[in-house]
């Protein structure tokens, strides 16, 4: 159950924190209302994001001339929670948690070691934000191979910086695959894949002060319902069912070593 401090949208007050949980919300009942644009979740309340509430309240709480405001204790944040909730959740891993044989998802030798520095998982970022991932260095367009079976989640995305992410439902977990350059054709939401399949190639960062590329990986039990990325959910920023990748990389490794 998400709470307001104060009033979202057209002549609210609009604070950073209030817009996000706003834009969260409503990414979050595009189940019940597909033709939902996406919000960026960016904390800024703009055309889009005053239009989607419109929309919301035009279409779901049948408002004829809706205000484009929600409101702490109105009725669009009362119905937003409960749409949200009723989200359908992700299928359980159907091992109980126990993760099966998976491929290592670059081939060629790392460039560093994703278990120490900035690129292990949970390592500090700025302002109390704690690393998601593990950071696999490798050069700009480096193939990237799928850990098990699975299926796409949704459409490639931007990630972050001119890089893109693939979310893929794998047979025992989530992974995102991040920091990639575009789609490969024919990966889009749906797509059935194979383990050890190419899916896609690391791209490069657009940013002026840093030129390490790599493939930042994330993986989810893949039981609870939502967004990956959650801004609300400190120190992470993340879904509630993130796992830390490492157990399962050192595993896929000294498999594929065994193999050589
Ligand atoms: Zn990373």
């Known amino acids: 159950m998400e709470v307001l401090d104060s009033s979202v949208g057209r002549g609210g007050r609009n604070r950073y924190r209030d817009v996000i949980t706003v834009q969260n919300l409503l990414n979050d009942c595009r189940h019940a209302l597909p033709s939902l644009a996406f919000l960026d979740v960016d904390g800024d309340c703009g055309p889009g994001t005053i239009a ?19 409101d702490p204790n109105g009725r669009t944040i009362r119905r937003l929670n409960e749409l949200s ?35 292990r998982f949970g390592s500090n970022r700025s302002r109390g934000r704690k690393h998601a991932g593990c950071d696999l260095y490798a050069p700009a367009g480096t193939p990237i191979f799928a850990m098990q079976d699975g299926e796409v989640m949704r459409d490639v995305s931007l990630f972050y910086a001119g890089t893109f992410s693939l979310e893929v439902k794998h047979k025992d977990f989530v992974a995102r695959y991040c920091e990639i350059k575009g789609a490969l054709r024919g990966i889009k939401k749906g797509t059935k894949i ?63 070593r065994n193999m050589r």
């Open 52 to 70: 989607a509430i419109e929309q919301f309240q035009r279409d779901i709480l049948g408002v004829n001339s809706p205000d484009g405001r929600v």
């Open 194 to 256: 194979r383990k050890g399949q190419l899916i896609g190639k690391i791209g490069k960062l657009q940013l002026n002060n840093f030129d390490k590329t790599m493939l930042h990986l994330e993986i989810y039990k893949g039981n609870a319902a939502g967004r990956l990325t959650n801004k609300n959910n400190l120190p992470f920023k993340r879904r509630q069912d993130l796992m830390d990748p490492t157990p399962i990389l050192d595993k896929a490794q000294r498999r594929r």
């Open 85 to 119: 909730e009723e989200q359908p959740g992700e299928q359980a891993p159907q091992s109980s948690g126990r993760i099966g044989e998976c491929f290592f998802p670059v081939k060629r030798r790392l460039d560093a070691s994703y278990k120490d520095g900035p690129r």
